[in-house]
Nanobody, 124 residues
Framework: QVRLVESGGGLVQTGGSLRLSCAAS????????MGWFRQAIGKEREFVAA????????YYADSVKGRFTISRDNAKNTVYLQMNSLKPEDTAVYYC?????????????????WGQGTQVTVSA
C-alpha cells in the first residue's frame, strides 16, 4: 500500500508560478515511476507529466511542455511539479499517482495509487 499526500496548490494570477509537492509513504519510493494528472470541472482526468523511478526520464503533455517541470527527490520520498507561466486553462485539481509496472505513462488506467488532490486556480 502507498499513501500519497499532495500540497502546494492555491490561487495565482495568470503568468504566475506554483510548485506542487507529493509526499509518498508505504513502500520504497525509488522503485516506481510517478505521474501528475489534473481534472477540471466537467472534464475528464488528463495526463500532465510523469517521471521514471530514477528521474532520468520525464514525459509531458503538449499543453504544459516548456512551462511545467516534474522532478523527484528519492531521499525525501517526494515528487514535485514546478508550474510556470500559468494560464486560466491550467485550473484544475491536480493529483499525483504511482505508476504500475506496465502500460503507458499518459494513461491514468496504468496508475495504481492516487493522492487526494490539490486545487490549483489561475485567475485571468
Amino acid at each position: 500500500q502507498v499513501r500519497l499526500v499532495e500540497s502546494g496548490g492555491g490561487l495565482v494570477q495568470t503568468g504566475g508560478s506554483l510548485r506542487l509537492s507529493c509526499a509518498a509513504s508505504g513502500r520504497p519510493f525509488s522503485s516506481y515511476a510517478m505521474g501528475w494528472f489534473r481534472q477540471a470541472i466537467g472534464k475528464e482526468r488528463e495526463f500532465v507529466a510523469a517521471i521514471s523511478w530514477s528521474g532520468a526520464n520525464t514525459y509531458y503533455a503538449d499543453s504544459v511542455k516548456g512551462r511545467f517541470t516534474i522532478s523527484r527527490d528519492n531521499a525525501k520520498n517526494t515528487v514535485y511539479l514546478q508550474m510556470n507561466s500559468l494560464k486560466p486553462e491550467d485550473t484544475a485539481v491536480y493529483y499525483c499517482a504511482v505508476k504500475g509496472l506496465e502500460g503507458s505513462y499518459n494513461n491514468y488506467d496504468h496508475y495504481d495509487y492516487w493522492g487526494q488532490g490539490t486545487q490549483v486556480t489561475v485567475s485571468a
